[in-house]
């Protein structure tokens, strides 16, 4: 079983930064891939961003590509989504996610534990 908590949420005007975490737990945490989604009112889960354990490999969005970056410290199970240059069109709840490598990032339905979701807003 592997546990998620998000922080960092909050409110920025645009063009600022915010940087997400995601504080991990359970024995097998370190098997899994990890990634961030985002959900806006009315609008599917999406995914933003993702990265591979092993080999580091990250995947983003083509929204986010060159302003979020996803990183983690293994040593004290955390999974960070920096996120600069923010636009009102990022305003969602954004989730963190745990899951078995392989098949599609993007998909939520591919992710296996996911965290509470913190409240992301930007105004213009």
């Known amino acids: 079983q592997v546990h998620l908590v998000e922080s960092g949420g909050g409110s920025v005007q645009a063009g600022g930064s915010l940087r997400l975490s995601c504080a991990a737990s359970?024995?097998?945490?370190?098997?899994?891939?990890r990634g961030w989604f985002r959900q806006a009112p009315g609008k599917e889960r999406e995914g933003v961003a993702a990265?591979?354990?092993?080999?580091?490999?990250?995947n983003y969005a083509d929204s986010v590509k060159g302003r979020f970056t996803i990183s983690q410290d293994n040593a004290k199970n955390t999974l960070f989504l920096q996120m600069n240059s923010l636009k009102p069109e990022d305003t969602a709840v954004y989730y963190c996610?745990?899951?078995?490598?392989?098949?599609?990032?993007?998909?939520?339905?591919?992710?296996?534990?996911w965290g509470q979701g913190t409240q992301v807003a930007v105004s213009s």
């Open positions: 996610a745990a899951g078995r490598c392989g098949g599609d990032w993007y998909a939520p339905a591919t992710w296996n534990y």
């Open positions: 359970g024995d097998t945490y370190s098997q899994y891939c």
């Open positions: 990265i591979y354990i092993g080999s580091m490999r990250t």
